[in-house]
């Protein structure tokens, strides 16, 4: 039977304990993965959007070692992924925000146990604005502001002009255009939570249906501002740095220590049997995942590589070391 404790899904808290990757460096206490035998079938992944590339990846790294294993991949938003493992009909379930008290219930409900997490990367919800906007830096207090109708945050008015952040001349004056995820997105959730102090989302917000879509949204759009995973990031848009607590302003670069105050785990739910083990399939995904050719994946999706540290603390709870 392998260990039963609760994994940390909360950066900043977890860096304290067991400190964090470098930006874009691998780990080189990571193992390199090496093929086994008995591995075959089908994988199928339901669930996040921004996961989509780095499920994408790391199949086709796992399929250069086992080319007769096939994979598919889905990905409508976080929300589809507890249904997805519920139903069986989905392997992985990525997820780019941790899963409610409610799905982990219903989960428990069918099964007797809960899902387990594989924190496979780092990330930080960038907020991308048009890359000629002037304006650099803006505080949690502000992003809420602007993105949401009940500013939790505390600041006295919305924000609707760029000049309210500090841009001069003709930017003063220029409305600012929102770009977020819609519901079913954990990016969605995630942001309103931290960025938005749990409040509710403005009307003005115009949503997208994936992550790719609101960059293409800010890209287009002068006075544009929008939320999504790093990594995907184009030329076109810029990364505000975000303001912490201490007053210092932190970029998407700063997410692997903790101090970028809107980073998260990206995590894969599977359906462990605590009382089995794991079936050489899914197995060996999880350990080319915490290898150094599966976190090279992370840091070419644009993503931040997890930690030796934060592998080893996973495996063990699949039973795999």
Not at 238 to 266: I, K, N
Request: proline content about 6%.
């Amino acid at each position: 039977m392998r260990h039963s404790f609760s994994l940390p899904l909360a950066v900043s808290a977890l860096a304290l304990s067991v400190g964090m990757a470098k930006a874009d460096s691998v780990d080189p206490n990571l193992p390199v993965y090496e093929a086994v035998q008995g591995v075959s079938g089908n994988l199928v992944s339901i669930g996040s959007d921004t996961l989509n590339n780095l499920m994408t990846l790391w199949s086709e790294g796992f399929r250069s070692f086992y080319p007769n294993v096939a994979v598919q991949i889905q990905g409508a938003g976080s929300g589809t992924a507890p249904p997805a493992l519920i139903e069986g009909t989905a392997q992985f379930g990525p997820m780019s925000r941790p899963m409610r008290p409610s799905e982990i219930e219903q989960f428990e409900a069918r099964f007797g146990y809960e899902p387990l997490p594989m924190r496979g990367a780092i990330d930080g919800i960038g907020v991308f604005v048009h890359r000629d906007n002037p304006v650099t830096c803006l505080s949690l207090q502000e992003i809420d502001a602007i993105f949401s109708s009940t500013r939790n945050g505390g600041a006295d008015e919305a924000i609707t002009t760029w000049g309210q952040v500090g841009a001069t001349g003709e930017w003063a004056d220029r409305p600012v255009a929102m770009y977020g995820r819609n519901s079913a997105s954990g990016t969605y959730g995630f942001f309103r939570e931290v960025a938005l102090f749990g409040g509710d989302y403005s009307a003005e917000v115009r949503e997208q249906p994936g992550s790719s879509t609101v960059i293409q949204g800010v890209a287009a759009d002068l006075g544009g501002i929008g939320y999504s995973g790093v990594g995907y990031a184009t030329a076109d848009v810029r990364a505000l740095e975000v303001r912490g607590e201490d007053g210092v302003c932190y970029s998407t670069d700063d997410a692997p220590t903790g101090d970028y105050p809107v980073a998260r785990f990206l995590m894969v739910y599977m359906n462990v049997d605590p009382n089995a083990a794991l079936e050489p399939l899914r197995a060996e995904f999880v350990r080319y995942v915490y290898s150094q050719q599966g976190q090279a994946d992370v840091v070419r999706a644009g993503f931040f590589p997890v930690t030796a540290r934060i592998a080893d603390m996973d495996l063990e709870a699949f039973g795999l070391n």
